[in-house]
C-alpha cells in the first residue's frame, strides 16, 4: 500500500524560513515524480513544485519560483520542500502527491501538513 | 498559463441522484485531465485520470469524458460517501492548474 506522511508544518513568522519532509512508502520511490501541491484556507487546490525521480529536473509555479526549492533523498525515499521568505498568502496545507511528471496525474497524496504563517 | 474553469462551484443533490460537474481549458490539453475527491481531514483521491480513466477500486459510478478543452465529470445514483469537493487538473504542462472545485452537497 503506498504511503506519504508529511511532516514539518510550523507556526512561522512572516520572512522565515521552514522544510517540510515528505516520507513515501510501499512504492519504488526513486521512479516516480513526487510533488507539491497547496491548499490555503478556504480555498482551493494549487501546484507548488514537481521533482523528477532521480532529482534532476524541477518545476515550480509562478508563485514561489526563487522561494521555495523542492529537493529529495533516495536512499531516504523523502522528498523535501524549503520554504524561504514565507509570506501570509502561503498559509496552508501543503500535501505531498506520488508523480506530477507530464503526462502522469498526483496518483496518491499524504494527509498533509499544515503551514501557519503569522506574527 | 493554461486556466482550468470548473462549473458549479456548488452542487446540491440528493442519494440516487445523478450529477455533472463541467470542466473547460483554456486551450486544449488533449485528455491529460485529472479529477480527484477532497475530503476534510483526509489525504485527497484520484478518481479519474486520462479524462476518462477509472482508478481501480473507485466505483463505476464514477465517469470522466472529454478532450481536447471541454470535460465532465459525472457520478450517477450518487451515494452518501459521495458528498464531497471535486477537482479537475490538466497534467498538460507545466505549471500545472485546478479547477476552483465544486462542493457536492446534500439536498
Known amino acids: 500500500e503506498v504511503q506519504l506522511v508529511e511532516s514539518g508544518g510550523a507556526l512561522v513568522q512572516p520572512g522565515g524560513s521552514l522544510r517540510l519532509s515528505c516520507v513515501g512508502s510501499g512504492f519504488t520511490f526513486k521512479n516516480y515524480a513526487m510533488s507539491w501541491v497547496r491548499q490555503a484556507p478556504g480555498k482551493g487546490l494549487e501546484w507548488v513544485s514537481t521533482?523528477?525521480?532521480?532529482?534532476?529536473?524541477?518545476y515550480n509555479a509562478d508563485s514561489v519560483k526563487g522561494r521555495f526549492t523542492v529537493s529529495r533523498d533516495n536512499s531516504r525515499n523523502t522528498v523535501y520542500l524549503q520554504m524561504n521568505s514565507l509570506r501570509a498568502d502561503d498559509m496552508a496545507v501543503y500535501y505531498c502527491?506520488?508523480?506530477?511528471?507530464?503526462?502522469?496525474?498526483?496518483?496518491?497524496w499524504g494527509q498533509g501538513t499544515l503551514v501557519t504563517v503569522s506574527s | 498559463d493554461i486556466q482550468m474553469t470548473q462549473s458549479p462551484s456548488t452542487l446540491s443533490a440528493s442519494v440516487g441522484d445523478r450529477v455533472t460537474i463541467t470542466c473547460r481549458a483554456s486551450q486544449s490539453i488533449s485528455s491529460w485531465l485529472a479529477w480527484y475527491q477532497l475530503k476534510p481531514g483526509k489525504a485527497p483521491k484520484l478518481l479519474i485520470y486520462k479524462a476518462s480513466s477509472l482508478i481501480y477500486g473507485v466505483p463505476s459510478r464514477f465517469s470522466g469524458s472529454g478532450s481536447g478543452t471541454e470535460f465532465t465529470l459525472t457520478i450517477n445514483s450518487l451515494q452518501p460517501d459521495d458528498f464531497a469537493t471535486y477537482y479537475c487538473q490538466h497534467y498538460n504542462s507545466y505549471p500545472y492548474t485546478f479547477g476552483q472545485g465544486t462542493k457536492l452537497e446534500i439536498k
Open positions: 521533482i523528477s525521480g532521480r532529482g534532476d529536473s524541477t
Open positions: 502527491a506520488k508523480g506530477g511528471a507530464v503526462d502522469t496525474p498526483m496518483m496518491n
